[in-house]
């Protein structure tokens, strides 16, 4: 019974309260013990061991805490063994928690209570294909629909216990009548590992090469493709696969490994080794496609799942890492990261990811400490040095930022489309520093990169606009990247601020209302809009947006700028520049 339907329960109970007292005396007996048995039934639910925990739960998983969310849930579930709503949270939290084993125990018990729950069945099955027991898992997938989500993945699932049972032709054939369903360019890479797995390297590689045409910058397919053909003697071929996504100024550190062992003369090594490592992968790629749709829940599952059937994969364990990142979970993602092999190539990813988690959790100068000794002992690491560079650009060490970026630029070449943001943020480095030729060089130079991005046309627009420079081509600069990106209050203040800037102050104070609702509690917001009000004649709203900006305003840059505003109005000598 959830907690809605407890409520339901309530005016229920009262009624048969009401009624039971215009029973006769011999009546009101026997129905005073059916209503003491209902009004069991429901206080049960109020016990604080249940509806406690279950409340702590839910607010456990909101948050993502599953650490807490599975203890609760569990409690919950063991005070109520035959509650569907409790079992099912408790296994979904264990799983969630990466308990699989007491998340599969559960999970037998909610498919006692309901067999058609097909998370419960994936989980099950998942558990039985981890210990080899592959007819199990298919006998408990087998009456799972493949018309929903986790339908689909029981599908593939079941495709992989095929493969387990050497059953590699029927497992084909399963997974060709689910790319029926519009499925197949996700499918077809899953398919290449099967193949793989199966022994059949023709095939995989006809297929893994199908998946690299569709998706040939996803790390994992190059780096499968690459594999594939290197193993079957094709170096060249391999090679060119590995050049082709650096060429785009990606980087990987599976990339590199695979790279590495061909120069050496050897050959790269099987990737699907087992059919346990091809399931991890389906789960790998379904959650990370989930955490982009937003479901953060069910993706840290699946990606759970995945972790569970293959420990050894660290690419796993940081896609799962950097799922609790994305929430806030910045201690669980770090244990995470903490427990990659030293010898893993992911290893110095899984450190700077800890050193970024340390800046957020407030301990910037230890995260600049440990990045500091990552680029000390690998300087060609593009993600370290690049990082390094933020975390000393928000620590308004801008020169020492702007070399992190040279660094960086000179390690990824500078000639990639993806090179543009080390200029740009080397740009804004310059910028900070007052050291402006540089910074409009380097801003020049991340548009020829990228000539559309947003980011970069709005930087160099507003401080062109800032220093009155080259105002009507500032202007068409950021209405391009209003274009683009019409809903960034940031950008939206930047054309308001560049009408004002050419007095056409009507569109100014039109597009500054605009910025000011998209981004309410800014202090150089609603300051511009205060300027524009007052040069409009809109003097008590000028006042207004003025006291708004300094009681907002968190570092007092601001304040100190609108204080004589308050008191004199907008004057030559006070107007912002």
Known sequence: MTLFSIRRALPVFTAACIALMALPAAAQFDAGMAVQDVARDILKLFRPSVSGSYLAGQ???KDLRT???ARYFKSAAEADWDNPVLVERAFVALAA?????????TARRMLEIDPNNQLASLVVATEALKERRYGAALRRLENVSDDSFSGITAGILRAWSLVGESKADEAEAMMNRLGVRGLEDFLVFHRALMAEAAGNTELALTLAQRAYDVEPYVARIAEVYARLLANSGDTEAATDVLDAFEAQGLSHPIIRNVREAIEAGRRPGVFTTSVQVGAAEMFHGIG????????????????RLGVYLDPGSDVVALALGQLLDEVGQHDMANSIYDAVPAKSALKPTAVVRIAQNLDS?????????????IVATSPED???VSVLGDLLRYDEQYLEAADAYSAAIEIAGGDAPADWRFFYVRGISYERAKEWPKAEADFKRALELNPDQP????????SWIDMDMHLEEALAMIEKAVEAQPQDGYIIDSLGWAFYKLDRLDEAVETLERAVMLLPSDPEINDHLGDAYWKVGRRLEAQFQWNIARSVDTIGTVTERVLPKLAEGLTPENETE
């Open 382 to 384: 593009l993600d370290a």
């Open 455 to 462: 980011q970069v046309l709005n930087y160099l627009g507003y």
């Open 361 to 373: 959790m407030g301990d910037r100068e230890e995260a600049i400490r440990r990045l500091r000794n």
């Open 97 to 105: 928690d990466g308990q699989i084993e007491s998340a599969a125990n």
């Open 288 to 303: 990370v496609a989930l955490s982009r749709d937003g479901s953060a829940d069910l993706a840290l599952v699946f990606l």
């Open 59 to 61: 607010q456990a998983v």
């Open 67 to 69: 650490d807490e969310a």
